[in-house]
């Protein structure tokens, strides 16, 4: 979440930053998505990141790739508290705003 001049005087008593967030919270699937991640990327080698594939796999080994974006979603929660990385095509990404094909690994 980023400091806006409109919450100063409030920011400690801040949940979500926006209705967006407020809707899409954290709830036992997300948080177990959440916890996937985290644990498959402190395992993995450095040379070797997590792919959005391999969390699926792990999560869900019967149901396809259907749940992509569910993966994605919560990585995108946890590069922004810098607890990963998000690698596309070879670099970290700058835009929260990816497409296709992405890579995890711990920071």
């Known amino acids: 979440m980023e400091w806006r001049k409109a919450w100063e005087k409030n920011w400690d008593s801040m949940r979500y930053c926006s209705d967006s967030c407020r ?49 994605r979603r919560i990585a995108r929660i946890l590069h922004t508290e810098k607890l990963i990385t998000i690698i596309q095509n070879g670099r970290p990404i700058s835009d929260l705003n990816f497409k296709g094909p992405v890579q995890f690994r711990s920071v």
């Not at 996937?36 to 080698?45: E, F, M, N, P, V």
């Open 23 to 71: 809707r899409h919270k954290l709830d036992k699937n997300s948080i177990h998505i959440r916890e996937a991640i985290l644990l498959l990327t402190k395992k993995s080698a450095p040379s070797r990141p997590v792919t959005q594939e391999d969390i699926v796999k792990y999560l869900w080994p019967h149901e396809g790739m259907t749940r992509l974006e569910e993966v």
